[in-house]
């Protein structure tokens, strides 16, 4: 079993900054990928960011230049920094690992860009 657990979210400012956290726990030790999703009322869940264990990053096109992804291995742990935030940035933010081509997901992190 895994269990990955977000951090980090809340209300902010239009141009502001936050940095989403996640830290995986159980039984697996290493994942293929790391990375996160959002869903914002109405639409479909849609990949933010992702990162390989190889170090290999994708972006969605609205967030490239403003976001960044990071992972850190040993702790099973991956961040999403997130800059110059606009209102349509507003979503559930989740957590993603893939091991052996399974997926996990986190609950959820609450992201809310409104002046």
């Known amino acids: 079993q895994v269990q990955l657990v977000e951090s980090g979210g809340g209300l902010v400012q239009p141009g502001e900054s936050l940095r989403l956290s996640c830290v995986a726990s159980g039984t697996i030790f290493t994942f293929n990928a790391m990375g996160w999703y959002r869903q914002a009322p109405g639409k479909q869940r849609e990949l933010v960011a992702v990162m390989t264990s190889g170090g290999v990053t994708n972006y969605a096109d609205s967030v490239k230049g403003r976001f960044t992804i990071a992972s850190d291995a040993a702790k099973r742990s991956v961040y999403l920094q997130m800059n110059s935030l606009k209102p349509e940035d507003t979503a559930v933010y989740y957590c993603?690992?893939?091991?052996?081509?399974?997926?996990?997901w986190g609950q959820g992190t609450q992201v809310t860009v409104s002046s």
């Open positions: 993603n690992a893939v091991s052996v081509g399974k997926p996990y």
